[in-house]
């Protein structure tokens, strides 16, 4: 898994240093995971046979990842086709006449570090998932780990919260993306605060760590606890990190005087929406 994340980034990492383009980032970002899921699944049935690698954890896991990956790439691979420029990279490409590794840009040593960072990123949130593949083929940890009963309940369980947060994340950069590219829309250049993002202030990522944790959860008991660093991980990168407090602080410094945008804050929830505003979502939906 390392070394399928590490050598899928590190191409990218490449292609991108020698292009200077931005739409290589985010894609190759996402497919990482899927590569990191099928290089498993691969290493599995090499060496445990064909029917390991088809048992219903290691697949279900498998076709997770893989989905999450194609739809969340897509959705970003058309917003960076649209924009042209990714804010993140602007300033790690050297100028005409820029010198290497000295200039401002220290190019290309501040994308590189981007590029590792990303890779990390992958290799860490996929701990389960590599792990429970890896457990699926040894027929003796399969035993050892709990009854099967257990490990099917986990599994069905972790399918419905995976389910749950992927149509979640979906929807609500549908909702976000129509928002933004509505030109009737007189507040398109403001925050969203239609569909999803009426009742949360951030749907998008509530249904992407609410990913995570499922799919730690559908990885056991064959993973070991301590993967659990796989979901606290996204979790505070998106709520401590790069995510939230990002958008936060742009958005409170565009905003923060606009009495709408106080309202807003004020009512809607960060993350997870009030059970009224829910079940009211849902049958306005109905």
Wanted: aromatic fraction near 12%; charged fraction near 20%; glycine fraction near 8%.
């Amino acid at each position: 898994s390392g070394l399928a994340v590490g050598g899928w980034n590190l191409a990218g990492f490449t292609a991108t240093a020698l292009t200077g383009t931005h739409k290589l980032t985010d894609i190759t970002g996402t497919s990482a995971f899927a590569v990191s899921a099928l290089a498993s699944l691969g290493l599995l049935a090499s060496k445990r046979g064909l029917k390991a690698s088809l048992s219903p954890r290691p697949i279900m896991l498998s076709v997770c990842v893989t989905a999450w990956a194609a739809r969340l790439g897509g959705y970003l691979f058309d917003r960076i086709r649209k924009s042209h420029e990714d804010p993140r990279l602007k300033y790690m490409f050297r100028k005409e006449g820029e010198p290497m590794l000295t200039g401002p840009s220290a190019f290309p040593l501040k994308l590189l570090n981007f590029w590792s960072i990303q890779a990390l990123w992958a290799w860490t949130s996929m701990l389960p998932v590599t792990m429970a593949i890896a457990a699926a083929g040894d027929p003796k940890k399969v035993m050892r780990t709990a009854p099967r009963s257990i490990s099917s309940l986990a599994l069905g369980i972790g399918f419905v919260g995976f389910s749950t947060g992927f149509l979640v994340e979906t929807l609500a950069d549908s909702q976000k993306s129509q928002f933004k590219n509505d030109v009737t829309n007189p507040r398109r250049d403001k925050w969203c605060d239609q569909g999803l993002w009426s009742i949360s202030r951030y749907p998008n990522y509530l249904g992407e760590m609410t990913v995570w944790w499922s799919l730690f959860v559908m990885a056991n008991p064959l993973a070991p606890a301590w993967t659990v660093a796989s979901p606290v991980f996204v979790t505070f990168l998106l709520t401590r990190v790069s995510g939230i407090p990002l958008i936060e602080k742009r958005y409170d410094s565009k905003y923060g005087n606009e009495e709408e945008y106080k309202q807003y804050k004020a009512k809607t929830p960060m993350l997870v929406p009030h059970l009224a505003s829910i079940m009211k979502y849902i049958s306005d939906a109905a």
